[in-house]
DNA sequence: TTCATGTTTGTAATCATTACAAAATAGTTT
DNA sequence: AAACTATTTTGTAATGATTACAAACATGAA
């Protein structure tokens, strides 16, 4: 895809081939990735990759403004390929991140109270839809959310 | 005070006086804290207290919503007394976190697209009034977060 | 080619958070 | 009060995301 080489050099970012692939990864794919799910994905296209070029590269693309870090999921940043502006809500139960589209004219100000806006985050907590649903599920609690790095087994 | 005494005691909280203790602190300040701040702070009056203890005591009164828990730093998480709705604004300069009082109608509404909606998080980030007015600083580039944590000195 | 500069990689630290079990505490029953 | 039980607190040891750092690598200019 030469469009992806243009965006990166459109900001002034050399269009490596890591990076082509980073950016590919992110804007393709629709799903809030993490840095762990990137690199597990990545390892096969590029198997040298390390963690640390996706750190760099992340940040990279997120000062330039290509993608945009979400701090929803604690313990674990993910990345939006999509930085038109618009909501998330992530599910306690099922973990899963989805978009929501809201109109929210206060952040498009850029400034309130004399203070400089350059980020807006609006994240909902919540059981979602599909987890209400679903038989067995009817009572969760409030405020229990698990996050996908403590759903796995302790080895103890 | 025995006011937050019978607030422990009525959501089926044992008042000890550890968690008496941490309440005071994040309900009497105002200031975001996170766990090492409030622990550094309350080891004066309680010697022995753990930071374990902090985390236990705060995620249970996370659950019971008597404080709210934000991600709004990355890489350490902050507590919050006040739980009535309002969003927060992030200094990228000099990390203060500021309350911004917003009617958010969105989240009021306890469910979204048939998602149930348990927490609201507005945050904005970017720079504060008086970073922006501070000589010096006139030129903050967008998205340069500094978390406290790593505004340290390195040790090698 | 040589040089300088930017990029990638691997390894080692840092540090918030969690897991876990022992010690301490409080409430209850005898 | 002692004995017992359940809850709470504490200290220590993992876990794991993120950062620091320097060596290896690639790239483009002179």
Redesign the pocket.
Known sequence: MNVLKDILSERG??P????LTVLAAVSENRSHV???ELHAALVKK?P??????L???L?LFSAKGLVRSLSID????RYDGVVAPHHHFYCSVCGRIIDIEISCPTGRAGEIHGHRIDEVHGYFKGVCRDCLARPGQTSVPPGKHIPA??R?I???
Chains 1, 2 share one sequence.
């Not at 040298?48 to 070029?53: A, N, P, V, W």
């Not at 604690?74 to 940043?77: H, L, M, T, V």
């Open positions: 970012i050399r490596t081939f890591q990076r993490t840095i762990r590029i040298t990759l390390s963690k640390t070029t750190y760099n590269t940040e604690p313990g674990e940043a790095q403590r796995r302790s080895h103890a």
